[in-house]
């Protein structure tokens, strides 16, 4: 398929639906983006195999008043826990089909048969990042050359190398917190989200923004508002989107790309002998074809890492609500820390003898799904129908399934009970035991988290940071957790009364 042709798939032909009806966002991004589906191909269950299970519907309208367009995770995570492995719902005719389980989300991984799919919100955010390694669609070779310049400063040994400024900037996140005095309350999600743009922006660009105090860089706000208007789009008529939200949506776009412009003038007026991110971006060629990415491209994938590390303050905040519900496994961490940095420096050296903080951080991922799901297609000229599960279930060769992590991540097969946080079933033979399918927190096969090595360090050495340097207590001691987002999933509400440790 042409780069033409897929643009026009998934970005001019979109259902619109009756004026009166707020549609979910999650559920049309992928299904208004669907030509075969819009033509009408629905599924046909043929009677060798079980239907796929869905709540009753209205009638003409479908399934949608059991989506909650403000929450639509929120929404499909009580639609997995009442479905379970695999659900569909109907929105005006057309069904859209959701994984909730290992074995499934294992199959359609698989990459001889699946890929991911990018239509609705990620073709929307394109207006702020146009083909990033994010956004390309899979027939752009400008994936392959991205990729290719980036991935080598994004490796394991690449992302150790900036231990030290992650542990550095973290600190002075802490030393922050000490100045407010003892019992101060802070929102969570609010300080990491401050402590994830600051960290990034050094790490990868070489630049500090000095956004840990004072008022919050407006890179935060307009990531935010850009991706929950990315998110909305797909289901409104495009003269709605036009006449009362293009405005806002490209005030937002445009500040992403001012903060990147930014830090790129920044790196020439201030050279610097920093082997980073931004320096490959700068300099490097594919190796394969040997183009050099221009301007507008550094500008672009620049934009996109902040919004892919986003998703990092999510598991932290949500690390930490967890670790309050179990106090012991602070103790256990503590005890582990202690044992291993002593009144000393927390160094890289430390980093392998700490595997029970390593579980947290995963049991954390596992819980929290705080980068929630992710789309998958079929490969193109793959026959229909396609069988899953054995033969048990049947789809149509065109259908993009969503993989709903809540229900993946709690998968009873797998997890014995799965809804209590245990770090130490996340630690050496236990987490080496797990299914391939119970580590999908960073996508899948090709187009996994081009950074999520780097997610992985900052993630462990914040929460080490911060057990080794703050006390936390709950501001609302009957606070439970409550999720809200758009490419993630954040902690809401979530406020902790903080003071140095032991103090």
């Not at 796929?52 to 826990?81: A, H, R």
């Not at 089909?97 to 359609?108: D, M, S, T, Y």
Request: glycine share 6%; charged share 25%.
């Amino acid at each position: 398929m042409s780069d033409a042709a897929h643009w026009t798939m998934n970005h001019d032909i979109y259902l619109t639906p009756p004026p009166f009806i707020t549609l979910s966002t999650c559920f049309l991004n992928t299904l208004l983006s669907r030509c075969p589906q819009i033509r009408g191909q629905s599924t046909t269950i043929s009677e060798m195999t079980t239907e796929i299970p869905k709540p009753p519907g209205l009638p003409l309208l479908g399934n949608i008043s059991d989506v909650d367009p403000s929450n639509t995770w929120v929404s499909l995570q009580k639609l997995w826990e009442k479905y379970g492995d695999i659900f569909k719902i109907t929105v005006l005719g057309h069904d859209i089909v959701f994984i909730g389980n290992i074995a499934l989300c294992e199959e359609v991984c698989d990459e001889k048969r699946f890929r991911k799919f990018v239509g609705g919100p990620i073709v929307e955010i394109r207006k702020a990042v146009h083909a990033s390694l994010f956004t390309a669609f899979a027939d752009e070779p400008i994936w392959g050359v991205h990729h290719r310049i980036l991935a080598p400063n994004l490796t394991p040994t690449a992302a150790a190398e900036h231990f030290l400024e992650i542990r550095d900037i973290a600190a002075d996140l802490t030393a922050k917190w000490r100045d407010l005095g003892n019992d101060a309350t802070v929102s969570v999600i609010g300080e990491l989200n401050r402590l994830d743009l600051e960290t990034t922006t050094q790490c990868f660009f070489g630049r500090r923004l000095h956004g840990l105090t004072g008022v919050e860089h407006p890179m935060i706000r307009a990531m935010d508002q850009a991706t929950g208007e990315a998110m909305k789009r797909p289901t409104r008529p495009k003269l709605f989107n036009w006449l009362l939200h293009q405005s806002r949506f490209e005030k937002d776009c445009n500040t992403m790309r001012q903060y990147a412009a930014e830090c790129l003038q920044y790196r020439k007026d201030n050279p610097a002998d920093r082997k980073d991110l931004l320096h490959a971006m700068m300099n490097a060629k594919d190796p394969e074809t040997g183009k050099a990415m221009d301007e507008t491209q550094i500008i672009d994938e620049m934009v996109s890492m902040p919004i892919g590390s986003s998703t990092a303050p999510c598991v932290i905040a949500s690390a930490i609500y967890y670790l309050l519900q179990n106090t012991e496994c602070i103790a256990k961490a503590r005890e582990e820390i202690d044992s291993v940095s002593g009144d000393g420096d927390f160094s890289s050296e430390h980093l392998d003898k700490l595997p029970y903080c390593a579980g947290i951080v995963r049991e954390s991922l596992r819980l929290s799904a705080a980068a929630p799901g992710f789309n998958i297609e079929p490969l193109p000229g793959t026959k229909g129908p396609i069988l899953l599960g054995g033969g048990k279930y049947q789809v149509p060769a065109t259908q993009t399934m969503i993989i709903v992590l809540h229900g993946v991540n709690r998968d009873p097969a797998v997890f014995e009970e799965p809804e209590i946080f245990k770090p130490e079933r996340m630690i050496g033979d236990a987490f080496d035991r797990l299914p391939e399918g119970a580590k999908k927190w960073f996508g899948n096969g090709k187009r996994v988290c081009i950074g999520r090595h780097y997610a992985w360090i900052w993630n462990v050495i914040t929460l080490v940071t911060l057990l080794k340097n703050v006390d936390f207590e709950m501001a609302d001691p009957a606070y439970k957790l409550k999720q809200d987002g758009w490419f993630n999933l954040r902690p809401v509400g979530f406020d902790v009364k903080i003071k140095p440790r032991g103090s």
